[in-house]
């Protein structure tokens, strides 16, 4: 596969670190290595429908690979070398949509091909889109959109979905209390994302669900951790998310993390694996359609 141009979002790592494409399972069983560099970062992996690929980002590339190994191939992006790890497959597997560094969400062929725009031009100010869902029908992405607030330009971050096909946004919620990471529900009857909602201190991320239309807003986690990111089995009985160190603001890289698993309805979490990682290691779902197995990534150094 062909892309014009080098790769133009690098993440490097600390000297004698690694980055390391691996596959975990809910029972917490020893993970296998899929590919790993030294190179620069790699992250946020998703696993393709039919099972066959795992896709990643690296130096603002999105590259695929078997889940058995091997060597990655480049996804021809239509010329997009600025992607960040927020990124999902249609349904049916024939379209990746990608977060870009022009703020937008791009829809493009799965096999390669030009990109298309599917978010809007939004105003005043500043307006970034970074996309975590697509709704089971693969009509509508879920996003987080960024704006000014305060005077800071990252302030004001709420949960929208846009049709996919292109089309006007839907804001979903209205706070200065951070949101990100929304999901659909396998069966689309509810969207998860994390947020500060309720937090009495800065960075105090717990999970959320609500109905697509922004109503029924739920809490499902009220812990000590920092917990983000939740990602919906293909089955829809189990909930995989990362969890920071109790007073993390944010979800920074390098930190001591662990995944946990808990039921839809937020009961039952447990701890499945730790290791060092954060940014990069589980922005976007990454079930394997058996629902059983996980893909991540972690950044040990030696």
Known sequence: MTITGAGTNVRPLA?????????????????????????SALEAPNWSPDGRWLVFNQDGLLLRIAPGGGAPEVIDTGGITDANNDHVLSPDGGTVYL?????HIHAVPFEGGPARRVTNDRGPGPFRHFLHGVSPDGRTLAYVGVEPYGGDEWGYRNIFTVPAAGGPDTRLTDSPAPADGPEFSPDGAWIYFNSEHGATVPGHAQLFRMRPDGSELT??????????????????RHVLYISFPPGTEGHPADRDVVLRVMDPDGGA??????????????????????SRRFAYVDYPTA
């Open 269 to 290: 979490p447990r701890d499945v694996l730790a290791f060092p990682g954060g940014q990069g290691s589980l922005n976007v779902n990454s079930w394997a359609p058996d």
């Open 99 to 103: 977060s870009a560094g022009d703020g």
């Open 15 to 39: 000297a004698g670190q690694r980055a390391r494409l691996l596959v975990g399972d809910i029972d917490g069983g020893e993970p296998r290595l899929v590919y790993e560099t030294a190179d």
């Open 219 to 236: 809490r499902l986690t009220s812990d000590a951790r920092v917990n983000w990111f939740p990602h919906l089995s293909p089955d829809g």
